[in-house]
Nanobody
Framework: QVQLAESGGGLVQAGGSLRLSCAAS????????MGWFRQAPGKERAFVAA????????TYADAVKGRFTISRDNTKNTVYLQMNSLKPEDAAVYYC????????????????WGQGTQVTVSS
């Protein structure tokens, strides 16, 4: 069992930055691909970014490429999402996600979700 706890959400002006953190516990963190998804009101939960267990492979949704950066520190069991140049359309609840194995496995099926953290972007 893996427990995920997000932090770092909040209110930011358009063009600003936020860094989300996700602390994992309960399992061998380094064997898991980790990622971020988001869900805006009235919309389905959507993939944002993912990182392999080693950190050597990363994948981003087209909407965030060049603005968001995912990283992880396996010594701290933590994954991060640095969000720059935020837009009003980035506003959503952001969820941390984990799955054993590859990024492809994570995107196909998430085994564990965090509780979510709200990101609000004012225009």
């Amino acid at each position: 069992q893996v427990q995920l706890a997000e932090s770092g959400g909040g209110l930011v002006q358009a063009g600003g930055s936020l860094r989300l953190s996700c602390a994992a516990s309960g399992h061998t963190f380094s064997n898991y691909a980790m990622g971020w998804f988001r869900q805006a009101p009235g919309k389905e939960r959507a993939f944002v970014a993912a990182i392999s267990w080693s950190g050597g492979s990363k994948t981003y949704a087209d909407a965030v490429k060049g603005r968001f950066t995912i990283s992880r520190d396996n010594t701290k069991n933590t994954v991060y999402l640095q969000m720059n140049s935020l837009k009003p359309e980035d506003a959503a609840v952001y969820y941390c996600a984990a799955a054993p194995g590859t990024i492809a496995r994570l995107i196909q099926s998430v085994d564990y979700w965090g509780q979510g953290t709200q990101v609000t972007v004012s225009s």
